[in-house]
């Protein structure tokens, strides 16, 4: 008879603690429930990120990004996977910003293996190609759109450095930054020799 009680007893504490078990699972993401839904971008948008980039570009951000009064989009094609030993994060192996003028698109700013714009290559860049970039981005309330882009493996010949790029309203343009983020680098036409890299 104490057999019996005893195996009830064990019986019922199991099924004390088996019931508590449905509740242990883990609780639904509340940040991600109380986040708004991202805003849907307009078909026009995507569809002259696309043109520029082809079918799988994400658009990342569009508006009056240079404070310019002019609509612009900043559109990446993403690394669909992250490489070994790299921190996630916004990887990308190109990227543009286009501007609507006069109701077409333009291409105002490039970066594939290298950052360039309307006038040639932006000063300041490695000598060599570089594959993928991590882009880190904000939008400052008074200069608008910075970008860092920083080379995910060293370039050959070269060491790893951020460049930081935004829009010069003296001329126009997105131009490269100094090691300070505070001045303008002119462009250069030719990547060959690092003489042209350090010119004002």
């Not at 993928?132 to 400052?140: A, H, V």
């Not at 008074?142 to 370039?155: D, I, N, Q």
């Not at 935004?166 to 060959?192: C, G, H, I, M």
Request: hydrophobic residues 40%; aromatic residues 8%; contains cysteine.
């Amino acid at each position: 008879m104490r057999k019996r009680g005893t195996r009830l007893a064990a019986i019922g504490c199991l099924a004390f603690v088996c019931a508590g078990c449905g509740d242990s699972k883990p609780a639904a993401n509340s940040d991600a429930a109380a986040k708004p839904a991202a805003a849907a971008i307009p078909d026009d948008v995507q569809a002259a990120a696309n043109s520029a980039l082809g079918s799988e570009t994400d658009v990342l951000l569009y508006g009056d990004l240079a404070k310019n009064g002019k609509t612009q989009i900043l559109a990446v094609n993403q690394l669909k996977t992250t490489p070994t030993g790299v921190a996630p994060g916004t990887l990308v192996t190109r990227a543009a910003i286009l501007e609507k003028d006069d109701g077409q698109w333009k291409e105002v700013f490039h970066a594939d293996e290298h950052l360039k714009n309307a006038k040639g290559y932006l000063g300041g860049i490695p000598l060599a190609p570089v594959n993928s970039w991590r882009l880190q981005y904000e939008q400052d309330p008074a200069k608008g759109l910075v970008m860092y882009f920083t080379p995910l493996a060293k370039p050959q010949g070269g060491y790893i450095q951020v460049i930081g790029v935004r829009w010069n309203p003296k001329v126009e343009r997105y131009q490269s930054l100094d090691r300070s983020f505070e001045q303008f680098l002119a462009e250069v036409e030719t990547l060959e020799t690092p003489s042209s890299q350090v010119r004002p």
